[in-house]
């Protein structure tokens, strides 16, 4: 790597595809990273010529442009988690990606283990951080299957604003699909992804879900022809222009 101007070490990781800044940042409060052997601290620069370690390994850092940066758009089947590694052995969505040139996938956001559809993954740690980081406000659109036909009081409820333990949620766009017995359907928007999150809105107004699958992130629509547990290759560019002004 050609010497180059000493950058902030969560970037410099981020942009080797080592995780997401946020993620990264944990690991140098965490003690997990070095700089020339000394434990590094958050806010520490680096360049070309130190060695940065984490947990004891030497890391590579790319140059700006030195490999392409990859998107891929993955349908997540129910029964998947979106981690590296379970201790309860159940299979990861990680598993069934396809190889990188170099760095890692990084999960734009997660899904929990019962709702399927549409991952982001990027090998690009600095586009992560900023489609994940809340002021982006992107949309995230759900297809929600509830038991029962909520009643009129409930939608408008979800629409107006519910409070939830980690803050008030609403939904942007609340638009149904089909109501009858035994289950109703729904497209729902939001600009967040707290954790269960729609599922825990709906549970706000008494509802039960019973599918949830997201449709949509951002410009990204997942493809009706994707089968779950597939994947395909997207341009980067979408999200720099759409949602990055880049």
């Known amino acids: 790597m050609p010497n ?14 080592l995780g997401s800044r946020r993620a990264i940042e944990d690991w140098i409060r965490a003690g997990r990273v070095t700089v020339n052997g000394r434990v590094a601290e958050l806010g520490q620069r680096a360049s070309a010529g130190d060695e940065v370690r984490v947990d004891g390994a030497i890391v590579t ?19 998947q988690v979106t981690t590296r590694s379970d201790p309860q052995g159940r299979p990861t969505v990680f598993a069934s990606l396809p190889p990188t040139q170099s760095g ?8 929990d283990i019962g709702t399927s559809g549409l991952l982001l993954f990027t090998t690009d740690g600095e586009l992560a951080h900023r489609l994940m980081h809340p002021s982006s406000e992107i949309e995230r659109e759900y297809r929600v299957t509830v038991r029962g036909t909520p009643p009129r009081e409930a939608i408008d409820r979800l629409r107006a604003g519910v409070t ?38 709906w549970e706000a107004v008494g509802c039960e879900v019973t599918r949830l699958s997201r449709v949509r992130y951002g410009p990204v629509e997942l493809p009706k022809e994707l089968v779950p547990g597939s ?16």
């Open 4 to 17: 180059s101007e000493p950058q902030r070490l969560q970037k410099l990781l981020a942009a080797a595809g």
């Open 61 to 79: 850092l790319a140059s700006p442009g030195s490999s392409p940066r990859r998107l891929l758009l993955y349908n997540k089947p129910v029964g």
């Open 104 to 111: 890692r996938w990084i999960s734009i956001g997660r899904l």
């Open 164 to 201: 939830l333990y980690d803050g008030p949620a609403r939904f942007d766009v609340i638009t149904p699909e089909s109501a009858g017995a035994p289950d109703a359907s729904f497209r729902v928007v939001i600009r967040e992804g707290r954790n269960r999150e729609v599922r825990r809105m």
């Open 231 to 246: 994947w395909r290759d997207i341009p980067v560019e979408t999200l720099d222009r759409a949602v990055l002004g880049r």
